[in-house]
Protein backbone atom coordinates (compact mmCIF):
# COMPACT_ATOMS: atom_id res chain seq x y z
CA UNK A 1 0.00 0.00 0.00
CA UNK A 2 3.13 2.93 1.15
CA UNK A 3 4.25 2.04 -2.39
CA UNK A 4 1.22 3.44 -3.83
CA UNK A 5 1.54 6.79 -5.68
CA UNK A 6 -1.02 9.36 -4.37
CA UNK A 7 -2.15 12.90 -5.41
CA UNK A 8 -2.78 15.06 -3.14
CA UNK A 9 -5.14 17.87 -4.71
CA UNK A 10 -5.26 21.68 -3.03
CA UNK A 11 -1.84 20.71 -1.40
CA UNK A 12 -0.77 24.14 -0.17
CA UNK A 13 -3.54 24.87 1.69
CA UNK A 14 -4.73 23.91 5.39
CA UNK A 15 -6.24 20.61 4.88
CA UNK A 16 -3.75 19.44 1.66
CA UNK A 17 -0.90 19.84 4.32
CA UNK A 18 -2.10 18.51 7.11
CA UNK A 19 -3.01 15.40 4.48
CA UNK A 20 0.53 14.95 2.94
CA UNK A 21 2.35 15.19 6.24
CA UNK A 22 -0.27 12.45 7.61
CA UNK A 23 0.61 10.48 5.08
CA UNK A 24 4.21 10.68 5.21
CA UNK A 25 4.21 9.69 8.91
CA UNK A 26 2.02 6.52 7.93
CA UNK A 27 5.08 5.82 4.90
CA UNK A 28 3.53 6.78 2.17
CA UNK A 29 6.95 8.22 0.45
CA UNK A 30 5.43 8.92 -2.89
CA UNK A 31 2.46 11.55 -2.78
CA UNK A 32 2.55 14.06 -6.01
CA UNK A 33 1.32 17.08 -6.16
CA UNK A 34 1.16 20.42 -8.05
CA UNK A 35 0.60 23.96 -7.85
CA UNK A 36 -1.95 26.22 -10.05
CA UNK A 37 1.35 27.10 -12.46
CA UNK A 38 1.63 23.16 -13.47
CA UNK A 39 -1.62 22.20 -13.00
CA UNK A 40 -5.25 24.28 -13.32
CA UNK A 41 -7.70 22.26 -12.19
CA UNK A 42 -10.55 23.79 -13.45
CA UNK A 43 -9.16 22.98 -16.82
CA UNK A 44 -10.30 19.55 -18.17
CA UNK A 45 -7.86 18.88 -20.67
CA UNK A 46 -4.92 19.64 -17.79
CA UNK A 47 -6.55 16.92 -15.18
CA UNK A 48 -6.87 14.98 -18.34
CA UNK A 49 -2.75 15.08 -19.40
CA UNK A 50 -1.80 15.36 -15.83
CA UNK A 51 -3.81 11.99 -14.95
CA UNK A 52 -2.87 10.44 -17.58
CA UNK A 53 0.68 11.00 -17.59
CA UNK A 54 1.04 10.21 -13.81
CA UNK A 55 -0.98 6.98 -13.51
CA UNK A 56 -1.84 7.43 -9.61
CA UNK A 57 -3.41 5.04 -7.38
CA UNK A 58 -5.47 7.12 -5.02
CA UNK A 59 -6.39 10.63 -4.79
CA UNK A 60 -7.16 13.24 -1.65
CA UNK A 61 -9.45 15.72 -3.61
CA UNK A 62 -8.82 18.75 -0.68
CA UNK A 63 -8.89 21.38 -3.51
CA UNK A 64 -11.49 24.09 -3.54
CA UNK A 65 -12.23 27.63 -3.62
CA UNK A 66 -13.11 28.58 -0.25
CA UNK A 67 -13.88 32.15 1.91
CA UNK A 68 -16.12 33.33 4.47
CA UNK A 69 -19.42 34.86 4.23
CA UNK A 70 -18.48 38.24 2.75
CA UNK A 71 -16.51 36.50 -0.20
CA UNK A 72 -19.30 34.45 -0.58
CA UNK A 73 -21.60 37.15 -0.94
CA UNK A 74 -19.71 39.00 -3.55
CA UNK A 75 -18.64 35.93 -5.24
CA UNK A 76 -21.53 33.26 -5.98
CA UNK A 77 -20.31 32.34 -9.31
CA UNK A 78 -17.13 31.42 -8.54
CA UNK A 79 -17.59 29.54 -5.15
CA UNK A 80 -20.16 27.59 -7.36
CA UNK A 81 -18.28 27.60 -11.00
CA UNK A 82 -14.58 27.26 -9.81
CA UNK A 83 -15.76 24.02 -7.35
CA UNK A 84 -17.94 22.25 -9.69
CA UNK A 85 -15.54 22.30 -12.41
CA UNK A 86 -12.46 21.46 -9.76
CA UNK A 87 -14.85 18.14 -8.70
CA UNK A 88 -15.64 17.38 -12.15
CA UNK A 89 -12.59 17.35 -13.61
CA UNK A 90 -10.57 15.56 -10.80
CA UNK A 91 -13.31 12.79 -10.52
CA UNK A 92 -14.31 12.09 -13.87
CA UNK A 93 -10.60 12.14 -15.32
CA UNK A 94 -9.63 9.65 -12.01
CA UNK A 95 -11.99 7.53 -13.46
CA UNK A 96 -10.58 7.92 -17.41
CA UNK A 97 -7.31 7.26 -15.74
CA UNK A 98 -8.29 3.74 -14.19
CA UNK A 99 -7.42 5.92 -10.90
CA UNK A 100 -8.44 2.72 -7.62
CA UNK A 101 -9.61 4.63 -4.63
CA UNK A 102 -10.46 8.54 -4.31
CA UNK A 103 -11.39 10.66 -0.88
CA UNK A 104 -13.55 13.80 -1.89
CA UNK A 105 -13.13 16.27 1.16
CA UNK A 106 -16.91 18.42 1.56
CA UNK A 107 -18.33 20.49 4.39
CA UNK A 108 -20.35 20.55 6.95
CA UNK A 109 -22.38 23.30 4.84
CA UNK A 110 -24.16 20.62 2.52
CA UNK A 111 -26.58 20.21 5.63
CA UNK A 112 -29.91 22.59 5.97
CA UNK A 113 -29.86 25.65 7.38
CA UNK A 114 -32.06 24.09 10.37
CA UNK A 115 -30.71 20.80 10.22
CA UNK A 116 -31.70 18.80 13.62
CA UNK A 117 -28.45 18.93 15.73
CA UNK A 118 -26.42 17.15 16.11
CA UNK A 119 -26.16 16.78 12.49
CA UNK A 120 -26.31 13.32 11.35
CA UNK A 121 -25.55 12.37 7.45
CA UNK A 122 -29.02 11.60 6.83
CA UNK A 123 -30.19 15.31 6.89
CA UNK A 124 -28.18 15.86 3.77
CA UNK A 125 -31.19 17.61 0.98
CA UNK A 126 -34.00 17.45 3.49
CA UNK A 127 -34.08 21.04 3.98
CA UNK A 128 -33.37 25.01 2.82
CA UNK A 129 -29.61 25.52 2.67
CA UNK A 130 -27.97 28.56 4.47
CA UNK A 131 -27.95 31.29 2.09
CA UNK A 132 -24.75 32.54 2.76
CA UNK A 133 -22.54 29.94 1.07
CA UNK A 134 -25.47 27.93 -0.60
CA UNK A 135 -23.53 27.88 -4.09
CA UNK A 136 -20.38 26.41 -2.19
CA UNK A 137 -22.53 23.70 -0.27
CA UNK A 138 -24.36 22.95 -3.98
CA UNK A 139 -21.19 22.64 -5.43
CA UNK A 140 -20.02 20.31 -2.30
CA UNK A 141 -23.23 18.48 -2.59
CA UNK A 142 -22.86 17.52 -5.95
CA UNK A 143 -19.25 16.07 -5.39
CA UNK A 144 -20.93 13.92 -2.90
CA UNK A 145 -23.24 12.61 -6.00
CA UNK A 146 -20.58 12.67 -8.66
CA UNK A 147 -18.62 10.13 -6.54
CA UNK A 148 -21.92 7.82 -5.51
CA UNK A 149 -22.90 8.01 -8.96
CA UNK A 150 -18.95 6.70 -10.37
CA UNK A 151 -19.40 4.09 -7.36
CA UNK A 152 -22.63 2.78 -8.59
CA UNK A 153 -22.66 2.55 -12.40
CA UNK A 154 -18.54 1.67 -12.63
CA UNK A 155 -17.77 0.31 -9.62
CA UNK A 156 -15.72 2.44 -8.33
CA UNK A 157 -14.58 3.09 -4.73
CA UNK A 158 -14.59 6.52 -4.87
CA UNK A 159 -15.43 7.68 -0.87
CA UNK A 160 -16.52 11.79 0.50
CA UNK A 161 -16.20 12.73 3.88
CA UNK A 162 -17.17 15.78 5.70
CA UNK A 163 -15.32 18.09 8.35
CA UNK A 164 -16.34 20.26 10.38
CA UNK A 165 -14.54 23.25 11.68
CA UNK A 166 -11.13 22.54 11.42
CA UNK A 167 -8.29 24.81 13.19
CA UNK A 168 -4.73 24.45 13.17
CA UNK A 169 -1.17 25.23 11.65
CA UNK A 170 -0.86 26.72 7.68
CA UNK A 171 -4.24 28.76 8.52
CA UNK A 172 -5.52 32.03 7.58
CA UNK A 173 -4.77 34.58 10.09
CA UNK A 174 -5.92 37.15 7.89
CA UNK A 175 -7.25 40.04 10.85
CA UNK A 176 -10.91 40.22 8.76
CA UNK A 177 -10.92 37.24 6.23
CA UNK A 178 -9.82 34.49 8.97
CA UNK A 179 -12.78 32.05 10.87
CA UNK A 180 -13.33 32.75 14.14
CA UNK A 181 -10.23 30.60 15.87
CA UNK A 182 -7.33 32.22 13.79
CA UNK A 183 -9.21 35.38 14.33
CA UNK A 184 -9.30 35.01 18.22
CA UNK A 185 -5.68 34.01 18.57
CA UNK A 186 -4.10 36.74 16.76
CA UNK A 187 -6.49 39.44 18.18
CA UNK A 188 -5.68 38.57 21.49
CA UNK A 189 -2.19 38.25 20.47
CA UNK A 190 -1.70 41.45 18.90
CA UNK A 191 -3.98 42.99 22.52
CA UNK A 192 -1.56 41.34 24.80
CA UNK A 193 1.40 43.07 23.19
CA UNK A 194 -0.33 46.15 23.14
CA UNK A 195 -1.80 45.68 26.48
CA UNK A 196 -5.08 46.42 25.88
CA UNK A 197 -7.36 45.95 28.83
CA UNK A 198 -10.07 44.75 26.87
CA UNK A 199 -11.39 42.80 23.67
CA UNK A 200 -14.82 43.32 22.48
CA UNK A 201 -15.97 40.09 20.65
CA UNK A 202 -19.63 40.25 18.71
CA UNK A 203 -22.58 38.40 19.60
CA UNK A 204 -23.96 36.91 23.14
CA UNK A 205 -21.20 34.41 22.75
CA UNK A 206 -23.51 31.59 23.87
CA UNK A 207 -24.00 29.89 20.08
CA UNK A 208 -21.84 26.79 20.19
CA UNK A 209 -19.56 25.32 17.80
CA UNK A 210 -17.67 22.09 16.56
CA UNK A 211 -13.83 22.47 16.35
CA UNK A 212 -11.14 20.39 14.75
CA UNK A 213 -7.83 19.90 14.94
CA UNK A 214 -6.61 20.09 11.67
CA UNK A 215 -4.16 17.19 11.92
CA UNK A 216 -6.93 15.15 13.57
CA UNK A 217 -8.86 15.55 10.62
CA UNK A 218 -6.14 14.54 8.40
CA UNK A 219 -5.58 11.17 10.58
CA UNK A 220 -9.35 10.62 9.90
CA UNK A 221 -8.90 11.00 6.33
CA UNK A 222 -6.42 8.83 5.86
CA UNK A 223 -8.42 6.21 8.37
CA UNK A 224 -11.77 6.49 6.17
CA UNK A 225 -9.52 6.21 2.76
CA UNK A 226 -7.71 3.03 4.13
CA UNK A 227 -10.76 1.04 5.22
CA UNK A 228 -11.56 -2.16 3.05
CA UNK A 229 -14.04 -1.49 0.70
CA UNK A 230 -16.27 -4.13 2.66
CA UNK A 231 -15.92 -2.61 6.12
CA UNK A 232 -16.91 1.44 4.30
CA UNK A 233 -19.78 -0.14 2.16
CA UNK A 234 -21.35 -1.75 5.67
CA UNK A 235 -21.53 1.17 7.07
CA UNK A 236 -22.62 3.40 4.47
CA UNK A 237 -25.25 3.67 1.52
CA UNK A 238 -25.39 3.63 -1.62
CA UNK A 239 -26.83 7.14 -2.00
CA UNK A 240 -25.51 8.44 1.20
CA UNK A 241 -22.12 7.48 1.79
CA UNK A 242 -20.42 10.38 2.75
CA UNK A 243 -18.94 10.53 5.99
CA UNK A 244 -18.88 13.35 8.87
CA UNK A 245 -15.50 14.03 10.20
CA UNK A 246 -15.55 16.07 13.77
CA UNK A 247 -14.60 15.51 17.39
CA UNK A 248 -18.38 15.12 18.77
CA UNK A 249 -17.71 17.99 21.09
CA UNK A 250 -19.00 21.33 20.34
CA UNK A 251 -18.06 24.41 22.83
CA UNK A 252 -20.26 27.80 23.38
CA UNK A 253 -17.95 30.56 21.43
CA UNK A 254 -18.21 32.44 25.51
CA UNK A 255 -16.04 29.68 26.41
CA UNK A 256 -13.83 29.64 23.10
CA UNK A 257 -12.82 32.76 23.69
CA UNK A 258 -11.58 32.40 27.18
CA UNK A 259 -9.99 29.53 26.42
CA UNK A 260 -8.19 31.20 24.08
CA UNK A 261 -7.03 34.16 26.49
CA UNK A 262 -5.76 31.63 28.48
CA UNK A 263 -3.58 29.99 26.00
CA UNK A 264 -2.42 33.23 24.62
CA UNK A 265 -1.81 35.05 27.89
CA UNK A 266 -4.46 37.93 27.46
CA UNK A 267 -5.43 39.21 31.29
CA UNK A 268 -7.53 41.79 29.58
CA UNK A 269 -11.27 41.45 29.89
CA UNK A 270 -13.55 40.22 27.26
CA UNK A 271 -16.97 42.02 26.27
CA UNK A 272 -19.30 40.59 24.21
CA UNK A 273 -21.61 42.92 22.01
CA UNK A 274 -25.20 41.43 22.15
CA UNK A 275 -26.51 43.66 19.99
CA UNK A 276 -24.05 42.36 16.83
CA UNK A 277 -25.78 38.70 15.24
CA UNK A 278 -24.94 35.14 16.98
CA UNK A 279 -25.36 32.95 13.50
CA UNK A 280 -27.26 29.39 14.35
CA UNK A 281 -27.77 28.56 18.21
CA UNK A 282 -25.70 24.82 17.74
CA UNK A 283 -23.99 23.57 14.62
CA UNK A 284 -22.46 20.14 15.89
CA UNK A 285 -21.88 16.87 13.45
CA UNK A 286 -22.99 13.31 14.82
CA UNK A 287 -19.86 11.31 14.30
CA UNK A 288 -21.10 8.13 15.27
CA UNK A 289 -20.71 6.60 11.89
CA UNK A 290 -17.14 7.43 11.66
CA UNK A 291 -16.57 6.13 15.48
CA UNK A 292 -18.49 3.46 14.17
CA UNK A 293 -15.80 2.67 12.11
CA UNK A 294 -12.58 2.27 14.21
CA UNK A 295 -12.04 6.57 14.86
CA UNK A 296 -11.90 8.59 17.03
CA UNK A 297 -10.81 12.64 17.80
CA UNK A 298 -7.58 12.60 19.69
CA UNK A 299 -6.75 16.36 20.05
CA UNK A 300 -8.16 18.27 22.90
CA UNK A 301 -9.65 22.02 21.70
CA UNK A 302 -7.56 23.46 24.61
CA UNK A 303 -4.39 21.56 23.35
CA UNK A 304 -4.87 21.75 19.72
CA UNK A 305 -4.73 26.01 20.62
CA UNK A 306 -1.10 25.70 22.03
CA UNK A 307 -0.20 23.87 19.23
CA UNK A 308 -2.05 26.50 16.92
CA UNK A 309 -0.40 29.35 18.73
CA UNK A 310 2.90 27.73 18.69
CA UNK A 311 2.59 27.57 15.08
CA UNK A 312 1.62 31.30 14.89
CA UNK A 313 4.43 32.42 17.18
CA UNK A 314 6.99 30.49 14.74
CA UNK A 315 5.87 31.59 11.23
CA UNK A 316 4.77 35.67 12.00
CA UNK A 317 6.70 35.98 9.03
CA UNK A 318 5.53 33.33 6.55
CA UNK A 319 1.51 32.93 7.43
CA UNK A 320 -1.26 34.41 5.50
CA UNK A 321 -2.26 37.78 6.47
Known amino acids: MFEQKVFVAGHQGMVGRAIINCLAKCGYANIITADRS ?3 LTRQSQVEEFMSDHQVDQIYLAAAKVGGIHANSI ?43 PMAEEALLTGSL ?45 PENSHVIPALLRRFHEAKQQGDPEIVIWGSGQQRREFMYVEDMAAACVHVMELEHSIYKAHTQPLMSH ?13 LAYTVARVVGFEGELIFDDDKPDGAPRKLLDVSRLQSMGWRA ?13 WFLENQGSYRT
Open 75 to 117: YPVEFLYDNLMIEMNVISAAHTANVSRLLFLGSSCIYPKMAEQ
Open 130 to 174: EPTNEPYAVAKIAGIKLCESYTRQYGRDYRSVMPTSLYGPNDNFH
Open 243 to 255: INIGSGVDCSIRE
Open 38 to 40: QLD
Open 298 to 310: NVTLEDGLHMTYR
